[in-house]
């Protein structure tokens, strides 16, 4: 998608179905077709920024592997579009939802994980 400048914004314009979104994050996990090396997965999930405690980014992923029950990954997209791969658990978690712009936007999809994670067990985000 480009902008009205007519320069491809890289941030925006991927349009998926909640399926196409899990579809995905289980590439993440290591399913389905190797249309990613497993080297290049591995080097685009390693933390390479601090965001802030516990939360890292990588190459388009943010990483959380530490203060959680599990470690996971998470492709993050305005208005609380989300797309949590959580491989200790061999789940994906797709979630879309219109906060766009919203300060809060992040409160549905961790919401959602939470009770996922609830589920198969834990005691939910800290």
């Known amino acids: 998608m480009s902008g009205v400048d007519g320069v491809a914004a890289a ?22 077709p190797r249309v990613v090396s497993p080297d290049w997965l591995a080097a685009a999930l390693r933390p390479r920024v601090r965001v802030e405690a516990g939360l890292d980014y990588g190459y388009q992923w943010y990483v959380v592997t530490d203060a959680r029950p599990y470690p996971w990954y998470a492709a993050m997209g305005n ?48």
Do not use: C, K, N
Request: glycine share 16%; net charge negative; aromatic share 4%.
């Open 11 to 32: 941030a925006s314009g991927l349009r998926l179905t909640p399926r196409g979104m899990a579809r995905v994050g289980q590439l993440v996990l290591g399913h389905g």
């Open 79 to 126: 208005g609380g579009q989300r797309i949590f791969a959580l491989p200790d658990l061999d789940v994906v978690v797709a979630v879309t939802a219109g906060g766009y712009d919203a300060a809060d936007q992040s409160a549905t999809p961790l919401a959602v994980l939470d009770e996922v994670l609830r589920a198969y067990g834990s005691d939910g985000l800290p």
